[in-house]
């Protein structure tokens, strides 16, 4: 829908416009929780939507290894070198925000600068939402095939005891692969363990991250988090991640392509409307899964969907993981709260 008269305040209600940023953190950035991966830039510009991101496995050192003697006819045989691989898969977005003429005219501001100055904030929070979606989707595709080994529940209130038993989830890797280093939470969860004392805010490096850290991790908070249930039984599911637990990659497309302001003069009876559009290219994905792409919707006006929506990129049909339980750098913990949110 356009920006009509109706939706502004004339300036002598207000005499200039501010600018409000969104309550909606773009911390998943700021915690190193999402963090641009070389080798998926390279895939998401590469002429395919899906792609194949190969790794080498691992030497195994559960087998025992040969022991030298000096009987000319044994011969040792090797072991061999091998590979596998994940899918991962792109999703192209795009939004608009249009604007009558008039409204221009009359209020002599333009909200499209607004919105053209709030774009890269946008988007990142978008990235953030596919994160949190896709981590969803890995909760539900671990309790529905892998026995919910990455999941702890709390059993009521959430506390030191439920997060040591989600990070040994990982077993001994939990200190590997740079650690576990963050965990989101609600920020429902968050005051359970405000009110625990729980929760350090002493500086390091002369900073304090913004919601503390707990057991060394850094809190990041989100109620985009999902809630099972409803009411007092309700479970509020916090996320601990280590680095390189979801990659991530941006691209905007090129020229006009990813910023064009669209102008139609015959609108508003002649008056005319101005419409911003804005284009991303975004992977989102997270080590040692694959998506499958079964279900694939994209939004409710798509004919033919190419991108996984938040609904799909939440399925536990459409992952499958690849690698060991424990070299997976994620864990989750189901939790009660006193209070649940509003």
């Not at 001994?172 to 004392?197: C, F, K, P």
Request: proline share 5%.
């Amino acid at each position: 829908m356009p920006t009509i008269l109706s939706d502004v305040i004339f300036r002598d209600e207000l005499r200039d416009y501010i600018t409000v940023n969104s309550v909606e953190r773009t911390a998943f950035f700021q915690s190193g929780i999402l963090t641009s991966n070389s080798d998926m830039t390279t895939l998401l510009a590469s002429p395919s939507n899906t792609f194949t991101i190969p790794w080498w496995v691992d030497l195994d050192a559960s087998i025992e290894s040969n022991y030298s003697n000096d009987v000319y006819t044994d011969i040792a045989v090797p072991l061999s070198v091998t590979s596998a691989s994940m899918q991962a898969r792109a999703a192209y977005l795009n939004e608009g925000w249009n604007c009558m003429n008039l409204v221009k005219n009359i209020t002599n501001q333009d909200p499209l600068e607004f919105v053209a100055g709030r774009l890269i904030s946008y988007w990142q929070r978008v990235a953030q939402r596919r994160t949190i979606a896709t981590a969803v989707g890995i909760y539900n595709d671990n309790i529905a095939s892998n026995g919910g080994d990455m999941v702890v529940d709390a059993g009521g209130i959430i506390g030191p005891a439920a997060v040591i038993r989600a990070k040994g989830t990982m077993g001994d890797y939990s200190g590997q692969l740079g650690g576990l280093s963050v965990i989101a939470m609600h920020s429902a969860v968050h005051t359970e363990l405000s009110i625990q004392n729980q929760i350090d805010f002493t500086p390091i490096a002369d900073q304090i991250p913004e919601f503390g850290r707990f057991q060394g991790m850094r809190v990041v908070l989100d109620d985009g988090l999902p809630v099972i249930g409803t009411g007092a039984s309700a479970k509020y599911l916090s996320i601990i991640f280590g680095p390189g637990a979801i990659g991530f990659a941006e691209e905007t497309p090129p020229g006009e392509d990813g910023l064009e302001y669209d102008r139609a003069p015959d609108r508003g009876n002649g008056g005319g409307t101005e419409t911003l559009w804005t284009r991303r290219n975004f992977v989102v994905h997270p080590l040692g899964f694959s998506f499958d792409s079964v279900t694939i919707t994209g939004t409710p006006t798509t004919t033919r969907p190419i991108s996984a929506n938040w609904a799909d990129l939440a399925l536990a049909t459409n992952w499958s993981r690849k690698f060991a339980r424990k070299q997976v750098p994620m864990a989750f913990i189901t939790s009660l709260v006193t209070a649940p949110a509003a």
